[in-house]
């Protein structure tokens, strides 16, 4: 029985932290939006604030954008890249 439910916390908890990750941007999603030629100084980029919190931050447009092309691609995470279609609004 104690086996069992050690497994359980486990697996539940390796899903639980591969399901979330996919969500956020990392400072390396950053340093390849620089590395892409972006001017993406802070999260402020694609994000309302300055230092979102995980499970609350909110994406500006171009990252709704990208959330969008994640999502049409069927991809894990955002490629940076894609930033490239992305038509800033004036």
Known sequence: MRKSSLAVAIIGTVALLGSSSAAFA?????????????????????????L??????????????LEEMKAKKGAKEVDVTWRKEYV???
């Not at 990392?26 to 300055?50: E, I, R, S």
């Not at 931050?57 to 990252?63: F, Y």
């Open 26 to 50: 990392t400072l390396p999603m950053q340093k390849a939006a620089k590395d892409a030629g972006f001017p993406a100084a802070n999260c402020q980029y694609c994000h309302v604030d300055k």
């Open 88 to 90: 800033e609004k004036k």
């Open 52 to 65: 979102p919190k995980k499970g609350a931050a909110e994406n500006n447009e171009r990252g709704k954008f």
